[in-house]
């Protein structure tokens, strides 16, 4: 029989969640009680974590913790974002309630898929203005990209707010297999499935972070970390990982996608 478990990555202590069938991840500097899961230990990735984020915890869940032989649906959220109960589409969500509407089941609809990711995000309502001023050279090549939105697509947006060329020369380090599929998908598609949040069998999450993984390790030989600064490129390793999970999910598995939530609370 299937469990599902679901592992929230937090930098900052969750107390609404301490008493949930939820998992507490600890990522970052700060002093988490004894039952948070830590990533410092063992085969891990810790000192990345400013570049890296989420992807810290999900690299020592996976070289630590993963049970091949599990048949758990296993997944991640994070502060702030959650998976939601269908139930609760039509309802306000906010931070008096969320612990009610976060996903505690599995749904009978997951029976027919392999994945389960995050809702699409559109990425083709750029303002005018930022296309000018941050892309003014892809203005100049294509000037459509200004008034079809059609054109705004996921490349376009990767290079106006994380630094032009750089998801260009990380493709650049897949592997034969996806390097083209992948370039395709980024310049034809204008959404993503945001946040690296998923939900799958562990030969799912065993196939994906293999892949992963050792694609960021390649990159880092290009981008580094000493020039990473600031929104734009500190948490590169992320940003990337976030674009090639849509991708991955959608060509390796039969994915669906499900509702998620941002709740902006404050702990007390």
């Known amino acids: 029989m299937s469990n599902l478990e679901i592992y929230c990555v937090t930098d900052k202590r969750l107390k609404s969640l301490e008493n949930t069938i939820y998992h507490l991840a600890a990522v970052g500097k700060n002093i988490f009680p004894e039952n948070y899961l830590r990533c410092d230990?063992?085969?891990?990735?810790?000192?990345?974590?400013?570049?890296?984020?989420?992807?810290?915890?999900?690299?020592?869940?996976?070289?630590?913790?993963?049970?091949?032989?599990?048949?758990?649906?296993?997944?991640?959220?994070?502060?702030?974002r959650f998976w939601i109960d269908k139930a609760f589409l039509d309802k306000k969500i906010d931070n008096e309630n969320y612990i009610d509407a976060i996903i505690k089941t599995i749904p009978i609809e997951w029976n027919n898929y392999d994945s389960i990711i995050c809702e699409r995000v559109n990425v083709n309502k750029l303002k005018k203005m930022t296309i000018l001023k941050k892309g003014f050279k892809h203005f100049i090549k294509k000037p459509s990209i200004l008034f079809n939105i059609e054109?705004?697509?996921?490349?376009?947006?990767?290079?106006?707010?994380?630094?032009?060329?750089?998801?260009?020369?990380?493709?650049?380090?897949?592997?034969?297999?996806?390097?083209?599929?992948?370039?395709?998908?980024?310049?034809?598609?204008?959404?993503?499935?945001?946040?690296?949040?998923?939900?799958?069998?562990?030969?799912?999450?065993?196939?994906?972070?293999?892949?992963?993984?050792?694609?960021?390790?390649?990159?880092?030989k290009i981008f580094g970390f000493e020039n990473l600064q600031g929104y734009r490129t500190k948490r590169l390793y992320a940003y990337l990982a976030e674009r090639y999970l849509s991708f991955w999910f959608k060509k390796y598995t039969k994915s669906l996608e499900w509702p998620w939530t941002f709740i902006k609370y404050n702990e007390k």
Not at 54 to 61: A, D, K, N, V
Not at 157 to 163: A, E, S, V
Request: net charge negative.
């Open 41 to 80: 230990y063992g085969d891990n990735i810790f000192s990345k974590e400013e570049y890296y984020s989420e992807l810290t915890f999900h690299y020592w869940f996976w070289k630590n913790k993963l049970d091949l032989k599990s048949e758990n649906w296993i997944g991640f959220c994070q502060k702030r």
């Open 151 to 220: 054109k705004q697509n996921i490349a376009l947006h990767f290079d106006l707010h994380h630094g032009i060329g750089n998801l260009d020369k990380a493709i650049s380090q897949l592997d034969a297999a996806d390097q083209e599929d992948f370039y395709q998908y980024v310049n034809t598609k204008t959404f993503f499935n945001p946040h690296i949040m998923f939900i799958a069998k562990p030969n799912v999450h065993d196939e994906w972070f293999t892949k992963l993984f050792s694609w960021l390790e390649r990159c880092e």
